[in-house]
């Protein structure tokens, strides 16, 4: 079986054709804003104008290569609503185009499902961190359950907001990333941990209100430092309860080395393994879409046009997981 999947959720428009055992082809264009933040209409705007190129090029390669594509995957949420739309309307024009089957993804379950395939995890704990999501899962009968969850902003959003504040630019996560190895003083920072929810805006302020009277390569690393320690304690109780033992990291800010090593010997204290997928397959990407729209056909899955609605606040707790067991 080979799928084409369509990943536009938020700053990356990306295409991929993948089969059962690798990703064929995957092209991209990322929208990079000209200041601040994402801005949503500017990025749907983004993904339109480069749709049919991007979409294009793996078509044609598939072509050049003599590739029958089985169906079309597209995420079809959480994200930004214009942009899922502008995606959802290119993966409808084509699996009717193709007629092929199309199937809606959530982009989440993605994150996950690629992360499995990619480093060979069978059944972890995820911890799922990126721009938008701030999520530890596992899947228990027969669904992604959250054990835990930010309450307000992601991870990835609060150190993006408090690199913004301090003019580092957008995305700030590599660059507080590079910062915090020049740290000298650790700077105490509000550690909220809710039962098994997290809250990152105030220390996201904090930070940024630090930022003011320390040096910043020690406020990114007491940034961090706090943050990981917050999601590491919640990801290990999860472990616990859920009694699994793997844990998986996935998300643009698992790219993040530190935490990647916090997990690492939070695992090795508990005799678990911890799982990485390549980064490529971190961030958002077009591959994680088409294979998990790949194993959703196979486990007889398909979206009907009239149900292939966008649902920008789509749960992954809301998707029946028929290709796994747990
Ligand atoms: P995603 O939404 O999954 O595509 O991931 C994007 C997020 O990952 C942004 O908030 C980035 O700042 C963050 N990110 C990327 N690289 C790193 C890094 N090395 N450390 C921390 N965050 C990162
Ligand atoms: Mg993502």
Redesign the pocket.
């Known amino acids: 079986m080979i799928i084409f999947g369509l990943e536009g959720?938020a700053w990356n428009l990306s295409a991929a054709l993948v089969d059962e055992k690798n990703v064929l082809f995957e092209k991209m264009a990322t929208y990079v804003p000209a200041k601040g933040g994402i801005h949503p209409r500017e990025a749907s705007q983004h993904h339109a104008e480069h749709m049919a190129r991007v979409v294009g090029e793996v078509l044609q390669e598939a072509k050049d290569k003599g590739l029958k594509t089985d169906g079309i995957a597209f995420s079809q949420g959480p994200g930004l609503g214009p942009c899922l739309r502008t995606v959802a309307t290119a993966a409808r024009v084509l699996s009717r185009k193709m007629n092929v089957p199309l199937v809606g993804v959530n982009?989440c379950v993605a994150?996950i499902e690629v992360g499995k395939w990619r480093s060979g995890a069978t059944d972890p704990a995820v911890i799922y961190v990126?721009?938008?999501?701030s999520q530890v899962l596992a899947l228990r009968r027969g669904r992604y359950r959250i054990f835990g969850e930010t309450l307000d902003i992601s991870i990835g959003n609060a150190i993006d907001k408090f690199a913004r504040s301090v003019g580092l630019g957008h995305p700030g996560g590599p660059k507080v990333e590079a910062l915090a190895k020049e740290a000298k003083d650790y700077i105490s920072m509000p550690y909220t941990v809710k039962g098994m929810d997290l809250s990152f805006s105030g220390l996201s302020t904090a930070a940024t209100e630090a930022a003011k009277r320390y040096p910043l390569p020690d406020v990114c690393y007491s940034l961090q430092e706090t943050a990981f320690a917050m999601l590491v304690e919640v990801t290990e109780r999860a472990m616990a309860h859920a009694e699994k033992k793997e844990c998986l990291l996935v998300?643009?800010v698992g790219a993040n080395k530190r935490l990647g090593d916090m997990l690492t010997s939070m695992c090795q204290e508990r005799g678990a393994q911890f799982f990485l997928p390549e980064r490529k397959y971190m961030?958002?990407n077009g591959s994680m879409i088409a294979y998990t729209g790949l194993i959703m056909l196979k486990s007889g899955v398909s979206t009907p046009i009239a149900e292939s609605k966008v649902n920008p606040g789509y749960r992954p707790d809301e998707v029946d997981v028929t290709w796994a067991e747990g």
Do not use: C, E, R
């Open positions: 959720t982009h994150h990126s721009g938008a999501n998300g643009g961030g958002d």
